[in-house]
């Protein structure tokens, strides 16, 4: 009988349970089981996997039964004390269950237990190669030897079978007569492999500082030198030289034994900065992290990082959760990106997590923007953040010449609405003459955005969303951009049958079309959208063709709007720049402003002055008149006395209450029951608003009606909304979410 004592740890499920339960194990049968571990457990009648949450050998045991682990899938922990901390705070600000959290920060091939790829190696044997155990008639076997005789490595089997035209048959053949081995390797995917292979023969030397670079590097290395937690806002405009700063505090980070974790806002931007980091360093091994690799790819970046193989995280949103040894430093690029913010649980936003992130390991959080969150700016003002400013382009560039144009004026001149304006067709002309290169840019996909019958009025639906669908002229057909919904396009009216249908409005492929058709013949012209992006890879060569002078001009989304260096652009085309404006939305006025400031900063950024064309019919408005001057400051102004006056975030937290049903009557009766019962409660330190229909009133199927709560305190509003949430009864087909901190209000 086993007399070794058992030991218990707490272990929390990752399925059906929110809280860490208690199980038992035989330390003689784990003695590497650590906190953190990956194990297998019985819940009920299920297996399950789980994580060893706390750990001790002095826990009494328990009155009740307590089953055994059944197994451990990963020894090394598959989260960090740190991380597992945060997942507690992610847990409880956005209120998403634990294991939520769990499944966003260990990616599906670690939990799912994957194994590392490997391959089979052929080589000959050492000793005296005996080739009378091979017959005269076995030309293959013949022919496998002739070909490893010839190379002085091992060949992979995959390789020796293709070279040779022959089978595994042969090779096990020579195997068993001891004439050759098989071993085996592990073989490592590496995210963006070309990109390393290009940028091998490339290294970028450290260039001279300008007088604020040095300024801001000399302000961050006082804060690596403390060592203890310090968020730091790095407010430059565009093309100032962010990324040099961003650079020199990854080189002292690394100095001191840390290491670095750096987020961009989109997974499109990635390879670009991968390239520049493995050029700039290239003895460290430089990990990519975002959502669109494959398993095997994640898995392997993964084991990179918990052997300390790697010190540099790349990547987006998710990357925050990134498995990081002595993290001294994070760097959140374009920190007031909107794509930070996950939009599906949990709905946590990635500056935010970093922020806590680097004060729960006594990390330096460095936040880069030329257009900063007015969140960001205002804790700037009250101290919370500290701030470095670059308000010079490098090498004394000029900011690009930005022109109004006045569409209400061209439709005059033409007695028509426009959708190019004859200054930006000329200047484009110009730049073709010229040989430079533009890029036009409509936060628009598809030909046209609508189709009208012009008897009834009837516009072509989504059957799944209240949305009209877009018409896409590549395939013919009518699509939703929420759901994914399409048909093909009508040939008559689907209300009265009528066949006076029209297209009404205009997408980047309608964009493409017109300038092929107002440009010279020679004119080479690219369209980038999620549409023709969708293709693994076609994102990066598409750039990479623009970088290289391939492409002549690039119309795009907002895709090509952010953090994007190309230094033959000399003119920036923004057509509809009105569209942001249009959002039901409080934070409208600023999204308008950091993207035109963010896209026209991708002109002019070489050695050739930059012209930007902002078409608008609302010329005067606050945010257009801040972002043609480029004037952060006098925006921020004036957008935050704004916000002040109406208590808007960032001066209160805004917390969106969204209800959804595939029954519009048990949707609507049970928000209206809601609000209800919130307005009699009389929640002291919550106002609420609404409820009301979401602008988009029906995504898949779902109707959606949300209200919204504003509140100093997120915890104190959240307990007050649990108690009552937990009192009200629901019924099971209607759904409702909490959004914490909502930028989305669609």
Not at 359 to 376: H, I, R
Not at 547 to 573: E, N, S, W, Y
Request: with cysteine.
């Amino acid at each position: 009988m086993d007399s070794i004592k058992d030991s218990y740890i707490q272990v929390q499920p990752l399925g059906g349970f929110d809280k860490p339960l208690t199980y038992r194990f035989k330390p003689t049968a784990y003695n590497n089981i650590r906190l953190g571990s990956l194990v297998l457990i019985p819940l009920g009648k299920r297996k399950i996997n789980g994580i060893v949450w706390s750990f001790e050998e002095d826990i009494p045991k328990p009155e009740f039964k307590v089953h055994a682990i059944l197994s451990v899938i990963q020894r090394e922990p598959v989260l960090t004390p740190e991380l597992m901390q945060l997942a507690s705070w992610i847990s409880q600000y956005y209120v998403c269950a634990m294991e939520t959290c769990l499944e966003a920060m260990i990616p599906s091939s670690i939990r799912e237990g994957m194994k590392a790829k490997s391959r089979k190696l052929i080589s000959l044997k050492k000793t005296e190669l005996n080739k009378s155990k091979i017959p005269s008639r076995a030309t293959s076997q013949q022919k496998v030897i002739s070909f490893l005789e010839k190379r002085s490595k091992s060949v992979a089997l995959g390789e020796l079978l293709k070279k040779t035209s022959t089978s595994a048959t042969t090779i096990k053949t020579l195997i068993q007569k001891g004439l050759i081995l098989e071993t085996e390797e592990k073989v490592e995917r590496v995210a963006y492999e070309d990109d390393f292979l290009d940028s091998a023969d490339h290294v970028i030397a450290k260039i001279e500082l300008t007088s604020e670079q040095k300024v801001a590097v000399s302000e961050i290395s006082q804060d690596l030198k403390e060592k203890s937690f310090v968020t730091r806002l790095l407010s430059g405009i565009t093309g100032s030289g962010k990324t040099e700063v961003y650079f020199e505090a990854m080189e002292m980070a690394l100095a001191q034994g840390g290491g670095v974790l750096f987020l961009v806002p989109e997974v499109t931007l990635a390879p670009q900065t991968v390239s520049r980091l493995r050029m700039r360093f290239g003895n460290e091994k430089i990990v990519v992290w975002h959502s669109h690799l494959s398993g095997g790819e994640r898995l392997d970046a993964w084991r990179s990082l918990i052997k300390n193989e790697s010190r540099i995280v790349v990547g987006a949103r998710s990357a925050v959760f990134a498995p990081i040894s002595k993290l001294r430093l994070i760097i959140v690029d374009e920190e007031h990106e909107i794509s930070y913010k996950q939009e599906d649980n949990p709905r946590y936003h990635a500056r935010d997590v970093a922020i806590v992130r680097a004060k729960t390991e006594e990390a330096l959080c460095l936040l880069g923007s030329a257009t900063p969150s007015l969140e960001s700016m205002n804790n700037v003002q009250k101290g919370k953040y500290d701030i470095s400013k670059l308000t010079l382009r490098v090498d004394n560039r000029e900011l690009p010449l930005v022109h109004l144009v006045d569409m209400r004026r061209e439709a005059e001149k033409i007695k028509t609405l426009p959708i190019l304006s004859q200054p930006l067709i000329e200047a484009l002309r110009e730049r073709c003459v010229n040989r430079e290169q533009s890029i036009l840019f409509l936060n628009r996909r598809g030909f046209n955005t609508t189709m009208l019958c012009t008897d009834c009025g009837h516009v072509e639906g989504c059957k799944y969303c209240s949305i009209a669908l877009t018409y896409h002229r590549t395939d013919g057909y009518l699509k939703c951009h929420l759901c994914g919904y399409r048909k093909p396009t009508p040939r008559c009216c689907s209300k009265c049958k009528s066949f006076d249908l029209h297209k009404r409005g205009h997408g980047t492929q309608k964009i493409e079309d017109m300038v092929a058709d107002l440009l010279p013949r020679t004119t080479r012209i690219r369209r980038i959208d999620r549409d023709v992006m969708s293709k693994k890879n076609l994102f990066r060569e598409t750039l990479s063709d623009f970088r290289k002078g391939k492409i002549d001009v690039l119309v795009g989304t907002q895709m090509i709007a952010k953090g994007l260096d190309f230094p033959k652009v000399t003119l920036v085309g923004v057509i509809d720049a009105d569209l942001p404006l249009r959002m039901e939305d409080f934070r409208a006025s600023e999204r308008a402003f950091q993207m035109l400031v963010q896209v026209s900063g991708r002109s002019g950024r070489g050695n050739r002055a930059g012209e930007v064309f902002i078409q608008t019919y609302a010329p005067y408005s606050p945010s257009i008149q801040y972002a043609r001057k480029a004037d952060l400051d006098g925006f921020v102004d004036e957008e935050l006395a704004m916000r002040k006056e109406f208590n808007y975030p960032p001066y209160r937290h805004l917390i969106r209450h969204l209800f959804r049903s595939r029954s519009e009557a048990k949707v609507e009766f049970y928000i209206t029951k809601w609000t209800s019962l919130i307005k009699k409660s009389n929640l002291r330190e919550i106002t609420v608003k609404g409820s009301a229909p979401a602008p988009i009133a029906k995504i898949n199927g779902y109707y959606r009606h949300h209200l919204f709560y504003f509140t100093h305190s997120v915890r104190n509003a959240l307990e007050k909304l649990g108690t009552l949430r937990e009192q009200f009864p629901m019924d099971s087909e209607v759904h409702d979410v909490l959004d914490v901190d909502a930028h989305q209000i669609s």
